[in-house]
Each structure stands twice: as structure tokens, then as C-alpha cells.
């Protein structure tokens, strides 16, 4: 049987995801109330300014006082998709306070203080659910936290920020360069007139956190993950990398050590090869690659931004927390029993591209060979290309740590016969 007494739902944030979550909410009503097993009821829109309209929202619902609806003392779950730190922290915890589940696409928030806010939501007895702060519309916070509860996760490897991948995607398809790529996505909307937080990997490295925390059990921040940006990849490393059958992607790479004893989390671009499934993803869309021991290889993929596919994936989290409020309990909360530390990225194995500039002349070739096997660096290939006395060298090196990569450029950049360490760039998905 149905209750008749409605959810009530406060919305904090009402610009491209929180307009399409209350016009959702407003036309899927029947809908949502037959899957919940209750009514749900918009009960007031949190906005910073008031004083326009907004399509699908009655006026008489905005507000521009959160903390008032927040504190309301009748609100069942609350919405909050303003992103920051603060307030948003500040009205969260205040939800929790007042017995309200929340539902959050804040990754930027998660991933500085998801341990706090978990505490505080299971103290209350309420539900945190996030799975719109990474990627979008993809079903994969959920999976990981529940479909593989019984497994055994090692890896996730994915593309988590549509913009880069979109700027990457026309460097490779199209030849442009960084500049024009970035322009391009601009212009079409898939990047902000400050595109900060994306092309310099801060928005992929927050997913990352989240990813690897719930993926591995234990306590990540976004102070854990290495972080490289998309702004120094030239032109000349995509053909680079057309040359050896590769693609060059922004990826959140998420590992556990053999040895079971550590975990890494990084963002940076990477050469991937062709054959991998991620290399084929295009334009602005997500994937993300899950590596576990018993279901083996696993693969998301979908729209990662955009108003419609991040509504989706929070009305999907809304149906969730109302259930649980129908029926008296709640969700999987945070699971961090590993409490497995973050290994820094200089420990951290991988493959690399090297190219240098070079001395077209006898001897050199074995000079720089010489120079990565002194730090215990072997060689997988090498190709050479002269002209009028100058040289190209690429090089491209079986797995070692990025310690013992970084003393070895320093080595190379000392030989006369280097003229310049052109590119670094890591290899992955062999």
C-alpha cells in the first residue's frame, strides 16, 4: 500500500542540473511516487539570487534563504548540487542534523571531506548518496559499492571529465592544437569560460578520490591524487602517439598494490593503446574500466555532464534514500575497514615515452642508452630520425618507478649530446 504522507524534498541549486531535477520531479511525479511507494513533494528551491524565472519551478518555492529550508524541520531529503566547500558542507551537516537524508553531486566536497560527512549521516541515521558527482549519468558508484561488495576490486582505470576528453578527441581526429581544441569545446559548450578545474585535472582528480575510496575500502582526499593537466600535450605528442598505435587520454587512474599493502590514485594524459576499449571513446562522453578478481573486466560508459544525464543519475539517487525513508532504514554507508595508505607517485610504476632532441652523430644512441640503464631503467623501443645534424630520439621504456624515470632525465638533460628532453609522457593499458 502506498503512503499518502508526501517525501519532502529540498532543492539547493537550481542552475543546469537542479532545473532539470525539479522539472523531472514535476512531470515524472506519478512515476516516482508508484517506484518510491510514496509521494515526493518539492517543498522549496534554494537558489543565490532571486528575481527571474525558472522554467518548471512556481515562484512561490524559491528562496534564497538555505539555511531557513534546511532547517525547516519537515524536510525528508535534501538535494544539493550548489557544489563548493561552503555553505554546502554547512548544509549538509545541517540536514543531517535535522534528519534529512541528502543526495549530492558535489565531488569537490566528497572528495576533501567524504569521511566527515559519512560519520555525520550515519550518527544521524540518515543516507548520503553522491552518484552524480562522477561521471554523470553512468551507474558506477553504486555498482562498486554494492554489485562488487563481494569482490575484490584491484584497478579502475576511466576518462571521468568530458572536456578534456572532447579537447583530446580533436587533437587526434583533426590535428589542432591544444589552443583550437579548447576554443572548439568552448564555443560548443562542453567548456567554462574557466576551464581551470578541468584542463588542469582537478575535476577528474576529485573523482579519482572518490573512485579509489570506494573502490579499495579506504580513507582517499584529493590530497592523495597525483595530478597532471591536459595544457602541456602538443601536437606533436598525438602523432607521437598515432605512431605507435596509441591514443593520448586524461586518465584517473586508481591501482592497489601487488602486495596488497597500498593504493595509488593519480590524473595525468597518457598514451593508450588503440586496442584498449577506452580509446574509443569519443567526443565528450565518459568510461571507466574496472579491473576486479572474480568479475574480471568491467566497462561504464555514457554521457559524463550535461543538466539531463546528472538529473538522472540524481533522481536515481532520490529514489534510493525515499525508499529507505518508506521503509524505515537506510543505505551502505562508507567502508574504509582497509585503511590502506596512499602511495606517493614517485613510487609509483609505470611506462613512459621519452623524446629528445638529439646530435645527429655516431655514439649517441648508446650514450642515452647507457644513461637509463645506469638508474635501472630498461628499454622497450627506441626510434631514431636525423636531418642536417639534428636528431630525434624516442624512447619508450618497460615499467619503473617515476623516481628512477625523473633521475634519469635530469642524467640525460647534463649529456652534451641532448639538446633538449622534448616530451614525457606515461604509457598505460598494456
Request: charged content about 20%; glycine content about 10%.
Amino acid at each position: 500500500m502506498m503512503r499518502t504522507r508526501p517525501l519532502k524534498v529540498a532543492l539547493l541549486g537550481c542552475g543546469v542540473v537542479g532545473s532539470e531535477v525539479a522539472r523531472i520531479m514535476t512531470t515524472d511525479a506519478a512515476d516516482l511516487a508508484a517506484r518510491i511507494g510514496a509521494p515526493v513533494e518539492l517543498a522549496g528551491v534554494a537558489v543565490r539570487r532571486a528575481g527571474r524565472a525558472r522554467a518548471g519551478v512556481p515562484e512561490h518555492l524559491i528562496t534564497t534563504d538555505a539555511e531557513a529550508l534546511v532547517n525547516r524541520g519537515d524536510i525528508d531529503v535534501v538535494i544539493e548540487v550548489v557544489g563548493g566547500i561552503e555553505p554546502s558542507k554547512h548544509l549538509i551537516l545541517s540536514a543531517f542534523t535535522n534528519g534529512a537524508s541528502v543526495v549530492s553531486a558535489n565531488k569537490a566536497l566528497l572528495a576533501k571531506d567524504g569521511a566527515e560527512l559519512h560519520a555525520a549521516a550515519a550518527a544521524a541515521g540518515v543516507d548520503l548518496y553522491y552518484e552524480a558527482a562522477v561521471a554523470g549519468a553512468i551507474p558506477l558508484l553504486r555498482p562498486l559499492r554494492e554489485s562488487l561488495a563481494g569482490d575484490k576490486v584491484n584497478r579502475v582505470l576511466g576518462i571521468v571529465n568530458g572536456t578534456t576528453n572532447f579537447i583530446m578527441d580533436k587533437m587526434d581526429s583533426t590535428g589542432a592544437g591544444y589552443s583550437e581544441a579548447l576554443e572548439e569545446a568552448t564555443a560548443l559548450g562542453y567548456a567554462e569560460a574557466d576551464p581551470t578545474a578541468d584542463v588542469e585535472g582537478f575535476d577528474a582528480a576529485a573523482k579519482a578520490a572518490i573512485l579509489a575510496g570506494i573502490a579499495f575500502h579506504t580513507k582517499v582526499t584529493a590530497a592523495d591524487v597525483y595530478r597532471e593537466g591536459i595544457t602541456e600535450v602538443t601536437a606533436a605528442d598525438i602523432a607521437s602517439a598515432k605512431a605507435m598505435g596509441c591514443v593520448v587520454k586524461l586518465l584517473a587512474i586508481c591501482e592497489r598494490s601487488a602486495d596488497g599493502e597500498s593504493v595509488t590514485a593519480r590524473v595525468h594524459p597518457a598514451m593508450l593503446p588503440l586496442s584498449h576499449p577506452l580509446a574509443s571513446v569519443r567526443e565528450a562522453y565518459n568510461a571507466v574500466f574496472v579491473e576486479a578478481e572474480a568479475a574480471g573486466r568491467l566497462m561504464f560508459y555514457g554521457p559524463g555532464a550535461g543538466g539531463t544525464p546528472t538529473a538522472s543519475a540524481v533522481l536515481g539517487d532520490l529514489v534510493a534514500v525515499c525508499r529507505n525513508k518508506v521503509n524505515g532504514t537506510t543505505g551502505p554507508g562508507a567502508s574504509e575497514y582497509t585503511q590502506l595508505p596512499a602511495k606517493p607517485m614517485d613510487q609509483v610504476i609505470t611506462r613512459y615515452h621519452v623524446s629528445l632532441d638529439v646530435d645527429d652523430r655516431a655514439g649517441v644512441l648508446a650514450q642515452v642508452a647507457s644513461t637509463f640503464a645506469e638508474h635501472g631503467v630498461s628499454i622497450d623501443t627506441v626510434r631514431q630520425q636525423g636531418r642536417d645534424g639534428d636528431a630525434s630520439l624516442v624512447v619508450v621504456t618497460h615499467r619503473a618507478t617515476d623516481a628512477a624515470l625523473s633521475a634519469t632525465v635530469d642524467k640525460l638533460r647534463a649529456l652534451d649530446s641532448v639538446r633538449d628532453v622534448a616530451s614525457i609522457m606515461r604509457v598505460e593499458g598494456e
